[in-house]
């Protein structure tokens, strides 16, 4: 509660002073109305060396930084207590790497839906700037982004495929 607080005095107080941070790409990947999870995932550029410290949205209970890592053949996620954007250089969260998890969903998420996002991204001076984006629902098949999650997918059932009967 106290940071959510602090969230809504820094958006209402915002200032120019801040380090550039543009964010491109914004998308969430469709879920089924039973999901209660999902990804988000963009490109984040901020001009000054900086740090994103949490995300939130109002269309779910709870939401994670989370990173993506092939742990003994599997894929495993686990959160992230904050995931640096070095200076001039674009981050990607994308499927299969660091992305932000929708958690305790409260809608259903439908293709062409526009979701908003909260980002709270600290500065090298530790201000603490509050970024609004909106991502686009997207379908879970939806083409060149979930490429890589195809491929990862395959290279998963592979791994588990040999993995029976060989060892690294
Ligand atoms: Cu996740």
Redesign the pocket.
């Given at each position: 509660m106290k940071s959510m607080i602090t969230t809504l005095a820094l958006a209402a107080f915002s200032v120019t002073a801040f380090a550039d941070v543009a964010i491109k790409d914004a998308w969430v990947r469709g879920t089924t109305p039973a999901q209660k999870a999902t990804?988000a995932f963009m490109q984040i550029t901020s001009s000054d060396a900086a740090t994103l410290l949490s995300a939130s949205s109002p269309v779910a209970g709870v939401v994670?930084i989370?990173t993506?890592k092939m742990e003994d053949g599997v894929m495993k996620?686990r959160a992230l207590p904050k995931l640096d954007l070095p200076a001039g250089k674009a981050v990607q969260l994308q499927p299969g790497g660091n992305?932000v998890?929708l958690m305790e969903l409260k809608q259903q998420m439908k293709p062409g839906d526009t979701v908003p996002i909260t980002l709270k991204i600290e500065g090298k001076d530790k201000k603490v700037q509050t970024v609004e984006i909106k991502a686009e629902v997207r379908d879970l098949a939806a083409p060149a982004t979930m490429d890589k999650m195809d491929k990862m997918d395959k290279m998963d059932k592979m791994d588990k495929g040999h993995g029976a009967g060989m060892k690294h």
């Open positions: 990804g994670e989370h993506m996620m992305h998890m």
